[in-house]
């Protein structure tokens, strides 16, 4: 277990398409976290489960977006209509309940045309 | 609002002397600091954090200042090195909120040889 991996690195996709992306966190890490970076920004608090409960979602996670960590283990991402305000790196992360800092992702780089 | 500012872009350092990169903050609720590096085409890397309880921090080359009262911390690197350069984040973190950072916006070291 090499750290914390996201499918696809890249993904282009057109205005009002649906996409996926996927985060395979470090496997004893029982929190898991989305966050969305655009350009010249640190990275924005999306949502964190721990373990398969989503318990804190931001505002900035319209009804367009949706995620999802079934068995407590990898998380899904959804985005349905895709904006070209969508257009960003999604990054994930995860930790260990006792604060020891977060292990990112490389991300997902998305972008709307 | 933002409440965790980087108030310099970018910063240029000669090797070998000292990095001084600084970030402000607003939310008094903060009671952990954290900062990390970030380079092209990979997720931000966990480099060093502070505790409220305390006012400085080490790690090799790092040291992490906090002053509570000015609400600012900031991260020295001595000496610099060219391998340092990246974009450095600082963040910070509410005790019992889920772990949720809140991220500045970056500032983007250059070490020259």
């Known amino acids: 277990d090499t750290g914390v991996s996201q499918n696809p690195r890249h993904k282009i996709t057109k205005r009002g398409q649906n996409v996926t992306f996927r985060c395979d966190p470090i496997?004893?890490?029982?929190?898991l976290y989305w966050y969305r970076q655009t350009l010249g920004q640190g990275p924005e608090f999306l949502t964190y489960?721990?373990?398969?409960?989503?318990?804190?979602k931001s505002r900035l996670l319209s009804d367009r977006f949706s995620a999802e960590r079934p068995k407590g283990s990898f998380s899904t991402l959804e985005i349905q209509r895709t904006e070209q305000g969508d257009s960003a790196m999604y990054l994930c992360?995860?930790?260990?309940?006792?604060?020891?800092?977060?292990?990112f992702g490389s991300g997902t780089r998305l972008t709307v045309v | 609002d933002q409440q965790v500012k980087q108030n310099s872009p970018s910063l240029s350092v000669q090797e070998g002397r000292i990095s001084i990169l600084n970030c402000d903050y607003t939310n008094s609720m903060f009671d952990y600091f954290l900062w990390y590096k970030k380079y092209p085409a990979e997720g931000p890397t966990f480099l060093i954090s502070i505790s409220s309880i305390k006012d400085k921090n080490e790690d090799g080359r790092f040291t992490v200042f906090l002053n509570k009262s000015a609400k600012h911390l900031s991260l020295h690197i001595v000496p610099s090195q060219p391998g340092d350069s990246a974009v450095y984040f600082c963040?910070?973190?509410?005790?019992?909120?889920?772990?949720?950072?809140?991220f500045g916006g970056g500032t983007r070291l250059m070490v020259k040889p």
């Open positions: 496997s004893e890490h029982n929190r």
């Open positions: 489960f721990q373990n398969e409960a989503q318990l804190e």
């Open positions: 963040a910070a973190s509410v005790e019992g909120a889920g772990n949720m950072l809140t």
């Open positions: 992360a995860s930790s260990l309940p006792l604060w020891s800092g977060y292990t």
